[in-house]
């Protein structure tokens, strides 16, 4: 417990109102935080759905294109690796989230005329589709791993303020004005006691 004296007290005057301050600012970043991320997940459901629809047609194109008798595989190995995607970050309230900038090359078939045909060009087209739908969902869900992790410490700090930090700071002021309140009177007794004692002397 602090010295009960005048300037602890006005000491801890400050410190509860930087607290309490620190504290709404942590309430405001973690409701923007969470309003960032919920945005974010209606997204990566969007995403997702588009992914669903868009691999059910491709694995469909595919099976068209193994029919008719085109070597897939072999045009598969064809195909160079793709380093069409960079990630860059951005901040959102001081957390780094990433940022997937897909910008792949035209489109255009690695396989002569004989050996493919519209199964295959459509089999190609929608694994495109594909790879541009996986970058935007994997940028969403690093951003929302990455902000869920930043809410839970943001969380902890407010918790921490609120719960424990303001309360013993209010605990101590409410000790020292106390103590000082004592102070005061048993100095305004004191006080009165000797002007009366004064007084009486003079009479005597």
């Known amino acids: 417990m602090l010295n009960p004296t005048k300037g602890n007290l006005l000491k801890v005057k400050n410190s509860l109102e930087l607290a ?10 973690r409701n923007i935080l969470i309003r960032e991320m919920m945005g974010l997940i209606d997204d990566a459901k969007q995403i ?24 897939v595989r072999s045009i598969a190995y064809g195909v160079p690796e793709d380093d069409c ?22 489109a255009k078939p690695y ?3 004989n050996s493919g045909g519209f199964a295959t060009d459509n089999c190609y087209a929608c694994f495109r589709k594909v790879k541009e739908l996986c970058a ?18 943001t969380q902890k ?8 930090v303001i309360p013993q700071y209010k ?5 020292i004005t106390e103590f000082l309140e004592e102070k005061e009177r048993e100095e ?9 004692q004064k007084e009486n002397a003079t009479k005597n």
């Open 136 to 153: 935007q969902l994997a940028e969403i869900e690093s951003s929302i791993y990455r902000l869920a992790i930043a809410i839970r410490k």
């Open 85 to 106: 995607v960079t990630i860059l970050e951005k901040s959102v309230m001081g957390v780094e989230i990433p940022t997937v900038k897909y910008s792949s090359a035209p």
């Open 157 to 164: 700090r407010a918790n921490a303020l609120k719960n424990i």
């Open 20 to 29: 309490t301050v620190g504290f709404d600012l942590m309430d405001r970043k």
């Open 188 to 196: 305004f007794i004191r006080m009165k006691v000797i002007k009366k």
């Open 171 to 175: 605990r101590n002021i409410a000790y």
């Open 48 to 71: 997702q759905s588009s992914i669903n629809t868009t691999f059910s047609q491709a694995y469909q194109a595919l099976m068209r294109a193994n029919v008719s008798g085109t070597d």
């Open 111 to 113: 396989y002569g005329i």
